[in-house]
């Protein structure tokens, strides 16, 4: 079991930056691929990125490609997300997931967080 907390969701203007975090907690973290995933008001929940337990393979979603980076501290259980350069469309609520497998990690990993919101004026 893997228990998964967001953090640093916010509202920031466009063109601004946020970073996410998430802390998890349970049983080896450094197995797992750990990603976000995002769900627009009224839309389906989207990947967003992912990374493997030592950071040295990330996948993104081509819509962020560029602008989202994400990283990960297995000294410390967590996982983040830098948001640059972000646009109205990038409003939505952020999830944190984790998963074994990177095939279910870009679908539908087992383990979620709660969410945070990210909200981009313009």
């Known amino acids: 079991q893997v228990q998964l907390v967001e953090s640093g969701g916010g509202l920031v203007q466009a063109g601004g930056s946020l970073r996410l975090s998430c802390a998890a907690s349970?049983?080896?973290?450094?197995?797992?691929?750990m990603g976000w995933f995002r769900q627009a008001p009224g839309k389906g929940r989207l990947f967003v990125a992912a990374?493997?337990?030592?950071?040295?393979?990330?996948y993104y979603a081509d819509s962020v490609k560029g602008r989202f980076t994400i990283a990960r501290d297995n000294a410390k259980n967590t996982v983040h997300l830098q948001m640059n350069s972000l646009e109205p469309e990038d409003t939505a609520g952020y999830y944190c997931?984790?998963?074994?497998?990177?095939?279910?990690?870009?679908?539908?990993?087992?383990?979620w967080g709660q969410g945070t919101q990210v909200t981009v004026s313009s």
């Open positions: 997931a984790a998963d074994s497998t990177i095939a279910r990690m870009r679908v539908n990993p087992d383990y």
């Open positions: 990374i493997n337990w030592s950071g040295g393979y990330t």
């Open positions: 349970g049983r080896s973290f450094i197995s797992y691929y």
